[in-house]
């Protein structure tokens, strides 16, 4: 029909800039949150992220975030709410709004314990939605006193806010005092497999919705941010963004650098902001992916630091100078006794890490025996050698 049809066909393309979703991970550990009540407590701090989300909702109104807790036993989304009963929420979509496709997209993890209930929608972008006959419900006094509270506020800002507040309340009613006895961490390594799973599923999702876009079953460099071809242009740009206040978290070595791996095959910066404590591997993330590290020297100005360091995206840090870390630590943990270590003893097989030799010389991985030469044998002595003497002929000195 084309060669028939003497018009010009061209596809319809937007200059617009591609949406980008913000994965943010708030480190929520009581221990070290106690530490910091005097100089930024949790309210606080999550008041200052809040303004920091609406920002970057307000930058494009396709613009998503999603807000992961890395707790002390489990790791858990906080927003957006999931429930096993509505899929929707799942997909990322605001409460009270349908799947794009409508096809059934529900995330479980089963690994993962769900101790909490997912609120209640209060609110919905497009009002009450309409009943199987096609008529809407009535306006009452019930289903519009959380709507009509306060007309100056903008509705997805709201959305967030009640639903964040409602998931940290729960998430912290649900912590006991038993189940922080003996866990000083947090889980950070579950959080990042949360975010980079929920990153994947929203660009597939994107790009199947869009006529530009590749079908779920295509190239994983779809998923990513950049491609082999400049002019490429993401379905969406994605980030994650980590809010750390815990300590060191060498027992999770090996979860940890599997993520920032599958961050960097994904072209997906890792940045963190290092509100207390130092952490080797979260330094590591934010250099092999090309991200910001910020270390809080005044937690008192964290909106500051989030607005001026973490809010550009990728395409506006292309523009800008991003602030960069001056030294990393590249240390390692030991995959025996999960210590970071100076020098240890490298596996030649799976390359497994170990502060001292393993009993046995064999590698607690993948069971190579290990060939340790002469380690731990005292050197040899070799006593010097006393060079002769040479015995000068008399008169052989020269006389000034």
């Known amino acids: 029909m084309n060669a028939v049809d003497g018009s010009e066909h061209y596809e319809k393309t937007s200059d617009e800039p591609p949406p980008s979703l913000l994965t943010i991970i708030l480190d929520t550990n009581p221990h070290a949150w106690a530490l910091l009540a005097n100089t930024l407590p949790l309210s606080k701090a999550i008041a200052n992220l809040l303004v920091f989300i609406n920002a970057h909702l307000a930058f494009n109104h396709a613009n998503k975030v999603a807000v992961i807790a890395s707790h002390t036993q489990r790791a858990e989304f906080l927003y957006p709410p999931l429930t096993g009963a509505s899929p929707n929420t799942a997909n990322g979509n605001a409460p009270g709004e349908d799947a794009e496709d409508g096809s059934d997209t529900e995330m479980a993890d089963n690994d993962i314990p769900h101790t909490r209930t997912a609120p209640q929608p209060k609110l919905a972008l497009n009002g009450p939605k ?38 940290i309340s729960d998430l912290i009613s649900t912590t006991t005092p038993s189940s922080l006895v003996g866990n000083p961490t947090t889980s950070v390594a579950g959080a990042l497999t949360l975010a980079l799973t929920y990153i994947n599923k929203q660009s597939l999702l994107l790009s199947t919705s869009s006529t530009t876009g590749t079908a779920s079953g295509g190239p994983i460099s779809s998923v990513g941010n950049d491609s082999l071809d400049p002019s490429h242009q993401p379905a969406l740009q994605s980030r994650i963004l980590i809010l750390s206040v815990s300590g060191d978290l060498a027992h999770q070595y090996i979860p940890i650098m599997n993520c920032i791996f599958a961050a960097q095959r994904l072209t997906i910066p890792i940045d963190i902001c290092k509100i207390s404590g130092d952490t080797v591997f979260l330094q590591q993330a934010s250099d092999a992916t090309r991200g910001t590290y910020i270390k809080l020297e005044h937690p008192q100005g964290l909106l500051q630091y989030l607005m001026m360091g973490f809010l550009p995206d990728q395409t506006s840090r292309k523009s800008l100078i991003s602030p960069t870390q001056v030294g990393v630590d590249f240390r390692a943990a030991c995959f025996c006794h999960r210590k970071v270590v100076d020098i240890g003893f490298v596996c030649s097989i799976c390359l497994s890490i170990f502060c001292s030799p393993p009993e046995g010389a064999t590698c607690l991985t993948c069971g190579t025996h290990l060939r340790l030469g002469d380690y731990g044998g005292k050197p040899a002595v070799v006593p010097k050698k006393k060079k002769k003497r040479k015995n000068k002929p008399n008169g052989d000195e020269r006389h000034k």
């Open 130 to 167: 309409a009943h199987q006959n096609g008529t809407y419900p009535a306006l009452t006094r019930s289903n519009t006193t959380h709507i009509t509270d306060d007309a100056n506020k903008y509705r997805p800002f709201r959305l967030v806010e009640e639903a964040l507040f409602s998931a």
